[in-house]
């Protein structure tokens, strides 16, 4: 043991350290990271790449397809064609603006006061000088600030522009403006807008009324549900569209006492409805809400499409890096994905009218709402729906309406179920009836 430690003693002392490499480990313990910066842990951060698990699990869901705004996807060759467009955007919002004395320097100085605090909310260091961030910063607040005007009318298109003109384009943007990775700071989009009113435009519709009337082109939400949110704010557009779905007394709250919540959290919509409980269709004010009562689960309907599922994937993946945001959409999906097994339980949720599908296959459908909860932090003794998995959990395993449940699913299900218990029954009673006539006169013979 004493000579180990000898010859270890003796390499340490022949062994010379490279001055040189020692000098690069210094000089990376004193470089911030870059990739993730101090400022990711920050309730100010919240514009961020999508971890890689999730990447690899839902694809380019993620990633703008037309248009790129912010640093992230800047520069790419797909999304070339829309950049050249954000250029004559930004003309025609300057020839207005010029009426009132406002200029393109204007907008740059208004900007760059935000520089610091915007770069604070990107989760990557953005290695851009200041005149190429507020430059980028200034050309994307403007194409979005003038595509809300223009599509809101309160600014014409100009002739023959492809932007309107070409359907499938604003299709896109109704997805690519609400990615996670695709966002530029709210008050950047509010500065902008501010300094771009005309006269007279200070008793027309707010920024946030504009962009959710841009994106309810999508979603067809009613009037008085965008009215609702008239002053509603944001980190950024993603933030306050998700914002939107969340009704103001529904907040999330700790768990105490009761029935502890089993692991697996909640059954199947097949092992549910065997167990006697039922999914039924309500009126609420957003998806979101979801009730249980004597055996029901009440859900409002949900259109499920390219823009939803874009959407909610996206709010998901905001809520999972977001330190300061709630997690509503992260309880909801949970709640699916627990509910939807296979294509079968999709089935019943669409023919229940819980799920309107504009996706693809019942069996699509039901891959997607897998993928949109997998791999998610979750925690249910402090989520909006901890009740409501309490509850159903308590009721499934109570233990007589769920035998008599169980019973009726079996044999009372469809009518060739019932008509098959009948026949047994009968059957039954025709050999018991054989078997005691038969029996009968051997004790009670006839005199």
């Not at 270890?8 to 040189?20: Q, S």
């Not at 809101?152 to 996670?180: C, K, Q, T």
């Not at 499934?396 to 699913?409: E, L, M, P, R």
């Amino acid at each position: 043991m004493e000579s180990n430690q000898s010859s270890a003693d003796e390499v340490m002392k022949n062994w010379e350290v490279n001055t040189d490499h020692l000098a690069y480990m210094h000089k990376k313990i004193l470089e911030p990271p870059r990739l993730l910066s101090n400022a990711a842990g920050r309730s100010s951060c919240c514009i961020f790449r999508v971890p890689g698990r999730m990447v690899e699990i839902n694809g380019k869901s993620y990633q703008p397809h037309v248009v790129s705004i912010g640093p992230y996807h800047r520069g790419k060759p797909h999304l070339q064609m829309i950049e050249e467009h954000k250029w004559r955007y930004l003309g025609s919002l300057l020839k207005r603006i010029e009426k009132k004395e406002v200029l393109l320097e204007d907008l740059m100085r208004a900007v760059q006061q935000l520089e610091n605090k915007a770069r604070e909310c990107f989760s990557e260091t953005i290695q851009m000088s200041t005149d190429e961030f507020v430059e980028m910063m200034v050309l994307d607040g403007c194409f979005v600030v003038e595509l809300f005007r223009k599509v809101g009318r309160l600014v014409p298109f100009e002739a023959n522009d492809p932007i309107i003109s070409m359907v499938w384009i604003l299709s896109f943007f109704y997805r690519d403006l609400l990615r996670l990775e695709n966002q530029i700071p709210f008050f950047v989009l509010e500065c902008i807008f501010d300094l771009s009113r005309m006269p007279g435009e200070e008793s027309g519709p707010s920024l946030s009324r504009l962009a959710l009337e841009f994106f309810n082109n999508a979603m067809q939400r009613s009037d008085a549900d965008i009215l609702n949110h008239e002053h509603l704010k944001g980190r950024h557009l993603l933030d306050m569209v998700r914002t939107s779905f969340i009704p103001s007394h529904m907040e999330e709250e700790v768990h105490k006492g009761g029935i502890p919540t089993p692991s697996h959290i909640i059954h199947s919509i097949s092992k549910l409805r065997s167990a006697g409980i039922k999914l039924n269709p309500i009126k609420a004010e957003s998806f979101l809400i979801v009730r249980f009562r004597n055996g029901v689960i009440e859900m409002p309907r949900i259109t499920v499409d390219d823009f939803m599922s874009s959407f909610l994937l996206n709010c998901v993946a905001y809520e999972q890096c977001h330190n300061g945001c709630s997690k509503h959409f992260t309880t909801y999906s949970t709640l699916l994905d627990c509910l939807v097994n296979t294509y079968k339980d999709v089935e019943y949720l669409t023919d229940r009218s819980i799920i309107e599908n504009y996706f693809g296959t019942d069996g699509e459908v039901a891959r997607f709402i897998n993928n949109l909860g997998k791999d998610v932090a979750f925690d249910i003794d402090q989520c909006y729906l901890s009740k409501v998995f309490n509850d159903v959990n308590h009721y499934y395993q109570s233990s007589w309406h769920v035998q008599w449940a169980g019973f009726k699913y079996t044999y009372f299900r469809t009518p060739w179920s019932f008509i098959s218990a009948l026949a047994a029954l009968i059957l039954l009673l025709l050999s018991l009836a054989q078997t005691f006539y038969t029996i009968y006169p051997y004790y009670h013979p006839r005199h």
